[in-house]
Every structure is written in C-alpha cells, then in structure tokens.
C-alpha cells in the first residue's frame, strides 16, 4: 500500500531512494538478511532481520532472530526483541502507524492529512512567526533518547546552531542523567567504565534499584551464565520489591524506597569498621575521601539501616562482598530517577573508589540504560546543558569550540530548560511552540495534570513520531510521521559504549521520513529566513554524512571515535568508544591506569548527606508508591502495545499490595482501590504481589490513559505519573519518577462492566484507540489487547451508575456487539444489568456483562479456551461465579514466546516431583533436582527454552512446589 | 323426594366442565339437562386450529361424548336454542317452544365473533371462526379456491391464517394494529412472530384498515378491499377480530349485563339461582376469552352449586398461548412497560428467542415469551400469586422452577396459597 503513497521523487528524503542511498536496495532473491540493533533497552542486542520480498517489489520484514556475532547479546534476544518482526507486520503498521502528514486546525478538532511540502510550510510558518514574535528560547525540542544518534546530532545542531536555543531535551533526562552527572563528578567525564564482558570476571555483581530479569533480560541471561561458570560469584540485589531479579539473587536488600544513600554510606561505615577499604587505591587515585569520611564518621549506623529498613548482618554481608569484588554494580532507574539522584550515584561510586572495584576486569560502575541510544544522545550533547562529544554548555571554551566548528558566531550561553523546567515554562507561557520528536511527554513526565495543561496551553506542539496514537498526539497540531525500527538507517551507543549500526529491512511506512531527513528538511526551511543568502548549515546527504561530522567533534575526546568509520562496523561489527585515530578495535574497559577523567587526573569522592524523598509519605499519605516495567513491555508501549500476545503475561493494569497490606484494606485481588496522592486519585485494580512490602505499592510505568483512566476532577487520569511530583535533581535535573506518597483505600463500585471479544484481523488494535475516547465517562476503565492468535479486547469499567444508554451502546458496538449483530442478550434496566454473549459455532467469541459482572470469570475461559458450550445456551447469560456447566480453567500465559499457561507448567512440576522417590524429594535434595525439572520443563513444554524471560519465574515455580511436597 | 333441577344453557367447555366438577363434589344432587345449539357434543374448541392445520380429526377434539352424558345420567338436547328465561316462574323457554322448570339455571353461552360492519360482509365466502362449522366451511373452501385473507392478527386469526396456509392456500392476513397479537404480544416478539409466520409463506398488512369485501363474477367474495385503495384477492375471508359475549338471553330476562352477564366471586348473577361461567359472564369487569380462566370460574362455580361454598373466584391472570405448531409465543399478564413498571429483557438473536418479564414494586405482572416458552406457567404462576420476586430477579430468566426450588427457595411453598382456596 506505501507503494502508491511514495512521495514524488523531487521531494527529499523519499523511501525508496533512502533505501538505495543506504544499500538496502531489493536484492535479487526472496528473502534477504539485515543485521541491525534492537531497538528497546540499552542492552542493545543485535539482531538479524529477515525480509522477503512482496509482490510489489518491496521489502517486508518477515523475521527477527537475536545475531550471534553481536557482543550484547551472542544470539539471545529477550520476549520483546524476539517479537519485533511481528510489531512491524503490515496489519499493526495500518492500525498505529502514521503513513501521512498530519495537521489539526484547531485543538480538538480531527486530524487533516496532508502534504509533507504542505505539513512543513504550516509547522514552519507558526515556528518561525513564533521566533520572531519572541525570540529564539520561546521554542523548544523534546526529542528521545530512541533517536539514532545521527538524527539526535542534527536535530542539537538546528537548535543551538540555527535556532539560537538551548531548549532541547530530551527523554534521557528522565532516565539517565543522574549517572550522567555522577559520573562527571565522581570520575570527571561521562564515561561508563566498565563494559559487559566484566560480568564474566566479577566476583561479586551488586545489582541496585534495576530489575534486569525483566528490564535487561538478555544481559540478566549473561549474568546467570556467569553464575553457572562461576559458582562462587555472588549476586547481591537492592530494590524495595522483591523482584524476580532479587528472588533469584543470593542476598537480597530489600530497602525501603529512597534510602539508597544511607545504605552506601552505611555499607563505606561496615567497610572501614571491618578494614575493608583499599587505602592505597583511595591515597593514590583519589581525592575528596577526608570530607566524605566526616559524613561517614558522623552518621549513626543503626540510623542508616533503620533508615533503610535493613538489619546489620545484611548489610555487613553486602559490604564485604562489596569490598571482596571483583565488583560490578549495575544500577538503573531506582537510583537514577530521584531528586537526589546524582547523590545517589555518586554515593554508590564513593564504594567502587573506596574498595578500589574499578578499572580492573570485572569491576567497576556500570549504568544500564532504558533506552536503546541515551548514550549517543550524550555523545552528540543533544541536551539542554550539553555540547557536542561530552563539551559542557556551560564552559565558554567548549561553547566557541563548537561554534567554530559548526561555523556560527556562538553558542548561546544561557542553558537550556530540561526537561521539566521544560514543561513548567510551557505552562507559564514563556516557551510557545515545541516540537516533540519520538517520545510521549503526555505519559512519561511527572505530575502529568500539569504536563497536559502546559500542552494545552502552547501556541504549537509539533509531534514526530512513527505511531500517530499516543497519549501525546491529541495535543499536536502537527504530525510528522517518521520512520521507525526496521526502517532506519544510522547508529546507537549501548550501555557498555558499543557502537551497532542500525539498518533498514524494509521501506518507511507509507509516507515516513527519516528523522533526521524531517529535521533537515526543516531546517533548511528555517535557513532561508533565518540565514538568507548563507551557505547552509546542514549539508547532508544521508545518515552517514552526519555521522562523519559527529565523528569530526569526537577527536582528542574521551569519547574519541576518530578511527572508527561505518566501513569499519560494517566489517568488524560493533565497536566500543574510545576509538581513536590507528586504533584497530574499540576499549573495552577504562581508567585501567587508574588515571580519571579530572584534571588532577584523581577519582573524586563525594560527600552528599543523605536527603529525604521529594515526596514524604506522612500520616495523610502513608504509604508509598513505586514504578518500574513489565516483562514484556517497554516504556509508553506505542510498540510493545501493539501485540496482544505481549500482554499475556500481565494482562491488564494493576497495582501490587502485599498480602497483609490487601488484608487489612480489605481488598481481593482485581478489586479496585482508591490510590490517592498529594497531586492525583486514580482507581485501580488491586494485585496481590509477594513482591512488595507492607507500605509500599508498585504500578507498573507502562499503563498510560492510552491503556486505563477514568474521570477525574479537572478531566481523566493519566496512569502512574500523575502522582510523581516535579521534584528535580538540583544536578542532573531528573525527576523523581520512581516514588510518590499515596494514601490507600478500597473502592466499591457497584456498577461493574467486564467485555472481552475476539475481533476481525488487524482490527483490535484500532478498535482498542476508538474505546480509549470514552474512559473519561466512567470512574474506572481500561481496554487491553490479548490472545495469540486471534486477538481480542478486554474492556473493564466501573462506576456508581450506569452509563448514558447512548454510551454503552456505542461502546458495544465498537466490540463487535452491536443492536444488528446476533447475540443473546439479557437486560434489566432498573438494575443496570446488561449481558450479552456473542456465539460463533456454539463457541463463546464476546462477552459483554454490565451490571453485575462475576461470570466474567468463566465466560472469560470459555472465550480464551474456544471449547463448545455443554449447556443450554441461554444460562450463559446467567449470573453469578458459578459457570452452569463443565468449563475448563484457564490461567495466565507464563512463557509467552511458546504460549505456556502456569497451570500447565505446575502441573507438570507436580507430577515431575511426585514421580520422585521420596528421598529425592528431601530438601536437602532440591537445588539439586531443580535444575532438572527446569530443563524438563524446557524440553516437554517448551517453555523458557527460546527468549528465556520466563525462566526466573519457572525457578520460583519449581523451587515453590519442592518446599509445598517436603 | 325428586332432586332439584340444574339447566345448562351452552354446551361448551365452560358448562360442561363446570358439570365435571359438580359430579365431582355432589354426583347426585342435581338432575341436570344441557342445551347446546351445535349438533355435537362437548368437544375443545381450543383445538379446532389443529383440525383445520390438519394435524387433528374432529373426532380427536371431543371432550366429553354422547356416552359420557348417558353415563351421569344428563339429559342433552343438542341442537337446541334455549330462546327465553323467565325468572319469575324460573323456567325456560327453548326453540321449539318447549319449556323447562329449573331450580339452578347455569347460563354458558359463550361468545360471538364481532363481524365488521362493512359492506359485503354478507357475501358467500365470508366466515367467522368459531366453531366446527366454520372449520368445516374453512376446510372445504381451502380445497376449492386459491387466496384467503384473515381479517384479524390476534390469536384466532392467525391460527386459522396459519391453518389455512398448510391447507395449501394463499394467506394474507390484514390488521389494524402496528403488530400481530398486540394484545398479548410486544412490539419486539410482534415483529419476530411476524418475521417467522412470513418464512412460512404468509402475508401481511399491518396497521391495515379493511373498508369493503368486494364480490366476484361467481357472487362469492373475491377481494378485500383495504383503506389504502389496495385490493387483496381472496376466495375466502375470515374475520377474526374479537368476540363479543352472548348476553342476548341473560338480557332478555333482565339480568345485569356489561360486557357479559355481571357475575361476583361464586360467579352467580343477580339472581341467586342463576349462575354464569365462561365467556358469557362478566367478573369484576373482566370477560375472559381463553380457557384457564374459564376452568378456574367452573371450579368455583361447582363448589357453590354444590352448596359447598368454600371457594371464590378473584380473577385470573391472563396467558396466550399460540397454537402454531413451531412458533411458541407466551404472554401472561400486564405485558407492556408503563411508568412504575420495569422490564427484563432476553433474547437470542441466533435462535429467535425473546422474552420480557414485567415487574413493579418487586412483583412479577407480566411475561411475553416468544420462541422457547418452557417457563412461561412458572411466570403465569408467579403473576397470579403476586409474590415478591426480588430474590429470583437475576436468575428466573434462566432457571425453570424446578431448578430455582432447589436452588433458591421453592416458589410453590414459598408462597402463600392460591387465592381461590
């Protein structure tokens, strides 16, 4: 279909010629191979992406397997990577993605498809009036840290070269600018040091505030290797929840939320107590330890732990593994996402320095990144307070520097606003128009309230994105569509600083450009009045001609990538930065000399005291609310959303209490509560979690008002972020996105409305954006995909009353039930009672129950198990808990690369354990036998044996019913 | 001593079962005669739409035969018109101008069938339908000509619309209301009877006024002629829009009449020897066209003849059953939504089931069933006990009451006796 919407060749940037330009012409056979870079966390696994060619002549993904050459990954991808040839698929592109230009005329109003050539000369014209109107710092970009770095370098060039701006940020501020600045103040420049190979040589790994089992699951793959090769290797996690990653860890910290600086400093105090710190390594490379030792000395330890929730033996365990190392510590959002977050980073690095764990094999700091290319995005200085290859903004010599090289007369000094300074002076009125490239600002900023209110106030929100649904895009008056995975063309840096090329397998979806080609496209634009008659500044051909003048800034860097060229990783793969001119292969591991990144060449240690959470829980708002990911989704889920099956394995939005908490709120699981904080309310179901302790809930980042919402005072809820506070790093100006204080009730709706329906191919998806418009009718509402393969929607409401006749209506229509579709249908109006069954062959295939809603449970398997139905069909309508007939259970899918249910996995666990002679079943026999059920398990289900995501979850199984059978 | 006398005036279901259960309590208390103005014997007039369907013989739908009014020693004078009463005398005066004393008088004279009156509703051709002359004079027209037209979409009417249609002829059936069976039927479970009795070849004309039957060359009546201008061909018409009771004799001999001999709770009249059942009387406003009522009314009626007099008759509830082999329609009760009232609804698209309970102030008023009418006496049984059903609401769409007596609480013992014990 793009084939006919292919724009005219005058144009630039078009599909096909990008395509050439970048090699990927159609090849004379069916089926062509491209290797390229996942593009979901900053593990970045290399993959190799199978596309066949169509009847039209154009490429068309078919597969994606992990490549086995890639140093991230050596073959293995984890449940989201092994799915990315499914998200491209043809029927999910015409349902979420933008094919065409888009402009709104008027807020609310539908979106006008248009011309790019008439798209550019709107947003152009608004920006440009804007400008002049008020100078260059009334606009902005929020761009992302999924940009490749050559879209990223051109777009920080148009904004501090062109525009005269530093108001360009990005989504990486959310995510890891705290390690950022750590780094620059604990070892002087933006370096990770360590690389992913250390895990092969640590003695201990220390895992704090991060869940890689789900959130890194390939390198959590790498790091269970290492146990199997090394036994004696100890995995300590820190987390507040008890997640899969610390069940399976051999000393588990689970803090309370916050307290990380107080168990660094505590952990420094239990080292020096014991004589475990590294006093030549502290004398000789380092500086700053005599101020941090004061604040060590000072501080009370029983305070410390008491503060942390931690007792001493735990902790003194920690310390001294810590100390033993070699150490690698792998950290993510919980240390990073916090108002004192670079305190928090740099606390964890004063332990490195002190026990000298760095700059050795398998020791050292190393930050995992939630994004596939936040580091190139640091490279290119493409944010508000940064300059090209690591130059500061701040400092007048890398300002002129970059000046001249970009060819203007100077850098403007003032910093830029970050990202939620950003948004405030939206609000305030102060930044006017801005142009929001590859990110959802509208789900994943803090206090949200305030972020649609500084949307729906700016003169212009320009939105560039591949997916034209997210919650952002009904604020946009434009829309850019742009090309994404699988389509582009460039670089990103992964955690470990290695450079992968990314490359396109197919062409753009219908008219998409390449990001950078929009942004040059724009700027030229903006030449013409801002530049008349000057030699432009952005004369690039295509991806690498960008790249090469990134490049150019890079020389004499610590981040120097002057030997490496496109050449290079197109034939000796990846390659980590340092690279510099006559280097033949990338540095794996820095400060091996132990020299650092200050101009004394010494580690820095910081002194931070340790400060309170932003947002306090007190009597009012006791408990606390924490964030992070799912298994099988990423981030604001505009990709990962967009398959049912990714679903499976939480299927719908929740917010996980401990058992005692649920207990004492009365509370079961799937019922709602009330989850209030000092900025918001939103219902929400209840999950009962072994995960949390008492006092604190988790909700998972992913479930935006595109997923869940309901009415809420001055309009509808917007998920987990309406309840963090703007609260900012003073350093690193990231928000504390990962707790908030909440106050708990139980919430009792009586009006309850469950649906699931299977749906038509390749409709659910657009189905599910329809339905979304009417949440903000009841109190509570989500409307999720599942299934395999046939998808379905679930639709869940609740409210006091019954909605508008109209309303529901429209809403059973949308789900394929409809006045004029055949169905049993049942209705008693006084009660608000309407049921209604969709039957496919003497199979359920929808269900809608309104009202009363307790057979959702066994309609619901009967959906999903697509069995024919025992019984007169009329009590399907029934209702009540109680199916009127024989339904077979169903349970949620565990292993969702092989369509696994947990029922089926634990009943093979029994009968593998219930086969054994007793004695093997003692249990000093289990960790011996577990590995071996495991791998039955693997072999007769087929279950963890593919992307292995599962498989801390099938230990946990395994390990469960060995202590059930003693 | 010499028993006192007890004449019946009507030899249908109403009288005779009134007999049944008179003989039942006092057997010999009565000399009794019956006076019918057909030829035949008791038979069930409820059954002549099987007859004509041709799915019963006229034999099939005797009730009670010559033997059995030998047998109990009852005189029967068939063919025979009882033409006046004189209460002061109390005698009777029948056709032949003989007359009769009684002691008790039991007035069943049943109904007439409303005739419209337009032109040409004498014509050769033109029916009623009624009684087993009609049927006969159906069946033979059936076998000799093409097109019917049945005046009427109620219960009668389209049971010999239908009955007519398996005879092989061309049936459209002409009402004036919005949808068939209005009275006993709602819009929904109309227009769904209307759907299915089309797919078995019948036409209609809905909210169709009949204003002339127009004759053929032969004399016999060949068209309807409708107000829209429309003419309709048809050999044979019946008209089968509503009865009227047959009050002419109570009248004649000064008994109140309204819409039916006025009869209260022992179903007697003004005159404490007269009593009246079926659908000749009138009970508390009510005159009842369907047969439960009448047997309810015969049951309360023998105590009290009986001399018993336990028992009273407080009204029934209404149920409609169509007699149309494959389409089951149900209505009981106050069946139509109205302020105050509140309606559960169901249906199944697929099978064509529909139905809708009708409740008010937690009691059942009303069912209209169409398609599968398993429940609809457990509904007809809870309408006319008047019991509070809060406790069945969610579930008594779903569950027939034997289900429900054991899974909630026995709707039979749950409830207060019967009104009329």
Redesign the interface.
């Known amino acids: 279909m793009s084939g006919e919407k292919a724009s005219p060749p005058h144009e630039p940037g078009t599909q096909a010629s990008l395509l050439e330009a970048s090699g990927a012409t159609p090849p004379p056979g069916p089926v062509h191979e491209t290797r390229s870079t996942c593009c979901y966390c900053g593990v970045g696994c290399g993959v190799i992406i199978e596309s066949t060619l169509g009847d039209d002549g154009r490429l068309r993904i078919s597969s994606v397997r992990g490549d086995p050459e890639h140093p991230a990954n050596f073959g293995r991808l984890c449940s989201k990577g092994s799915t990315l040839a499914q998200t491209a698929a043809p029927e999910i592109a015409r349902q979420s993605r933008g094919d065409v230009p888009m402009i709104r005329h008027q807020r609310g109003s539908p979106w006008v498809a248009s011309s790019w050539s008439d798209a550019m000369d709107f947003a152009s014209a608004r920006f440009l009036d804007i400008l002049s109107r008020f100078g260059p710092d009334s606009v902005a970009l929020y761009i992302s840290g999924q940009l490749l770095t050559e879209d990223y370098y051109l777009f920080n060039k148009l904004a501090k070269a062109l525009l005269g701006t530093n108001n360009i940020d990005t989504n990486s501020r959310l995510c890891m600018s705290s390690a950022v600045s750590g780094y620059k103040k604990s070892l002087g420049a933006d370096s990770v040091p360590a690389c992913y190979e250390d895990l092969d040589h640590a003695g201990t790994v220390f895992i704090v505030g991060a869940n890689p089992a789900f959130a890194h699951p390939v390198l959590y793959q790498r790091l269970r290797q290492a146990r199997q090769a090394n036994p004696s290797l100890v995995v300590i996690v820190v987390d507040p929840r008890r997640t899969d990653s610390a069940d399976e860890a051999d000393l588990f910290l689970q803090i309370l939320p916050g307290s990380d600086v107080w168990l660094f400093h505590a952990m420094l105090k239990l080292m020096q107590e014991e004589d475990l710190t590294d006093s030549g390594f502290i004398a000789q490379h380092t500086s700053g330890f005599r101020e941090l030792h004061e604040v060590i000395a000072s501080l009370e330890l029983d305070t410390a732990l008491a503060q942390c929730g931690l007792d001493r033996e735990t902790v003194t365990r920690a310390a001294r593994a810590f100390a033993l190392g070699p150490t690698l510590s792998l950290w993510c959002q919980g240390l990073n996402q916090s108002a004192s977050g670079t305190d928090k980073n740099t606390a964890l690095i004063n332990l490195h320095l002190a026990s000298g764990q760095i700059g050795k094999p398998g020791a050292g700091p190393l930050s995992l990144t939630g994004q596939p290319n936040a580091m190139g995005g640091r490279e290119v200085g493409g944010m508000a307070n940064l300059l090209p290859a690591h130059r500061e903004l701040s400092n007048p010599i890398d300002r002129d520097a970059i000046a001249r090289f970009w060819g203007v007369p100077a850098i403007p000094s003032e910093p830029g606003k970050t990202a939620v300074e950003m948004f405030e002076a939206i609000e305030a009125g102060t930044i006017r128009a801005v142009w929001i490239v590859c990110t959802n600002p509208a789900h994943s900023l803090p206090d949200q309230r305030a972020i649609h209110r500084a949307l729906a106030k700016a003169e212009l929100v320009i939105l560039q994105d591949a997916y034209h649904d997210t919650a952002t895009a009904p604020a946009a008056d434009v829309f850019f569509p742009a090309t994404s995975w699988g389509e582009k063309e460039g670089t990103v840096t992964n955690s470990d600083r290695t450079i992968s090329r990314v490359r396109a397998a197919q062409p753009g979806y219908g008219q998409s450009r390449h990001d950078w080609a929009i942004a040059l496209e724009f700027a030229r634009r903006l030449e013409t009045v801002l530049r008349p008659g000057a030699a432009t500044l952005f004369p690039y051909t295509d991806a690498e001609s960008i790249w090469l003048e990134h490049r150019a800034t890079t020389a004499g860097r610590d981040l120097d990538i002057s030997g490496l060229d496109y050449a290079i990783l197109e034939r000796d793969g990846p390659q980590q930065w340092p690279y510099p001119r006559g280097a033949s292969h990338g540095q794996k591991r820095l400060y091996e000399d132990h020299v650092f990144a200050t101009p004394d060449g010494r580690a820095r240690f910081c002194a931070p005291l340790p400060r309170a959470m932003a947002d306090p829980p007190d009597r009012r708002y006791p408990m606390t609310l924490t964030s992070g990911r799912l298994r099988d989704q990423w981030h604001g889920m505009s990709r990962t959303g967009t398959l049912a099956r990714a679903f499976a394995h939480a299927p719908r939005p929740c917010i996980d209490l401990c058992t005692a908490d649920a207990h004492e709120l009365g509370v079961v699981a799937g019922e709602l509560v009330r989850v209030t904080g000092r900025r918001a309310s939103q219902l929400l179901p209840a999950q009962i979690s072994a995960a949390q302790r008492p006092g604190q809930a988790f909700v998972a980042m992913h479930w935006s008002d595109a997923y869940v919402s309901g009415r809420a005072r001055d309009g509808w809820t917007h998920g987990p972020n309406d309840f963090f506070a703007r609260a900012i790093d003073p350093v690193s100006k990231q928000p504390e996105l990962k707790n908030a204080s909440i106050r708990i009730m139980k919430a009792e709706l009586p009006w309850q409305w469950h649906a699931a329906v299977l749906l038509e191919p390749g409709s659910a998806l657009a189905v599910q954006q329809r339905l979304r418009q009417y949440f903000k009718e009841f109190s509570y509402a989500h409307c999720v995909p599942f299934g395999h393969e046939r998808i379905g929607l679930e639709w869940r409401a609740e409210d006091d009353y019954a909605p508008k006749e109209d309303i529901q209506a429209a809403i059973e229509a949308l789900l394929g039930m409809g006045a004029e ?11 608000g ?1 309407r049921r209604l069954v969709r ?1 496919e062959e003497g199979r359920v295939t929808g269900f809608s129950l309104a009202g ?1 809603a307790a057979a959702e449970i066994w309609l619901r398997q009967l959906l999903e198990s697509g069995e024919e139905i025992s019984f007169p ?3 399907l ?3 009540g808990a109680n199916p ?1 007939g024989q339904v077979a259970p169903r349970s949620r899918i565990l292993c969702n690369c092989a369509a696994v249910e947990q029922t089926r996995i634990t009943d093979r666990i029994q009968s593998l354990i219930s086969a054994l002679p007793a004695a093997e079943r003692a249990p000093a026999r289990a960790a011996t036998r577990a590995p071996v059920i495991l791998e039955c398990l693997k072999s007769e289900l087929g279950c963890g044996a593919q992307c292995g995501s599962c498989v801390p979850e099938l230990r946990r199984l395994v390990r469960e019913a060995q202590h059930a059978s003693v | 001593m010499s028993r006192p006398k007890l004449v019946v005036v009507g030899n249908g279901m109403a009288g005779v079962r009134t007999l049944e259960e008179l003989l039942k309590r006092a057997p010999e208390r009565y000399a009794i005669t019956v006076f019918g103005s057909e030829p035949h014997p008791n038979y069930n007039r409820i059954l002549l739409s099987p007859v004509l369907a041709g799915e019963r013989t006229l034999e099939d739908i005797v009730l009670n035969d010559f033997a059995w009014y030998q047998d109990h020693a009852i005189e029967l004078r068939t063919g025979c018109r009882v033409d006046a009463i004189d209460r002061s005398r109390r005698i009777i005066r029948d056709a032949t101008g003989a007359t009769m004393h009684y002691d008790r008088l039991l007035l069943a004279t049943g109904s007439l069938p409303i005739m419209l009156p337009i032109p040409g509703r004498e014509l050769e051709g033109v029916l009623a339908y009624r009684d087993i002359a009609d049927t006969q004079a159906m069946l033979e027209a059936s076998s000799r000509y093409r097109h019917a037209v049945v005046i009427g979409g109620g219960l009668l009417g389209l049971e010999a619309a239908c009955g007519l249609t398996l005879r092989g002829m061309q049936v459209t059936v002409v009402h004036l209301a919005g949808w068939l069976m209005e009275r006993q039927l709602d819009e929904t479970a109309g227009t769904l009877l209307r759907q299915s009795l089309e797919e078995r070849g019948l036409a209609f004309r809905l909210a169709a006024k009949t204003t002339a039957l127009e004759p053929a060359q032969s004399g016999r009546v060949g068209a309807v002629r409708l107000a829209s201008g429309e003419a309709i061909a048809a050999d044979l018409v019946v008209m089968a829009i509503g009865i009227r009771p047959n009050t002419a004799l109570a009248e004649a001999a000064g008994l109140p009449c309204r819409q039916g001999v006025v009869v209260d709770d022992t179903l007697q009249t003004y005159d404490p020897r007269i009593y009246a059942v079926g659908e000749c009387a009138n009970h508390r406003g009510q005159a009842y066209g369907l047969v439960a009522p009448l047997f309810e009314q015969a049951r309360v009626c023998a105590d009290h003849l009986a001399g018993l007099g336990r028992l009273h008759y407080r009204g029934s509830v209404l149920a409609t059953k169509l007699k149309v082999t494959g389409i089951d329609v149900f209505s009981a009760g106050h069946f139509q939504a109205d302020p105050g009232t509140e309606e559960i609804l169901f249906s199944d698209d697929e099978t064509e089931i529909y139905r809708k309970l009708v409740v008010r102030e937690d009691k059942l008023i009303g069912a209209c069933l169409y398609g599968d009418t398993d429940l609809g006496p457990w509904y007809q049984e809870l309408i006319r006990l008047g019991v509070d059903i809060s406790a069945l609401r969610d579930v008594m769409m779903f569950d027939d009451p034997g289900q429900t007596s054991k899974a909630v609480a026995a709707p039979q013992s749950a409830v207060p006796a019967p009104a009329s014990t």
């Open positions: 579709v055949g169905l049993l249908r049942y209705a008693d109006a006084k009660r009672q039957l009363e069909k009329r009590r309508l029934a209702p009127p």
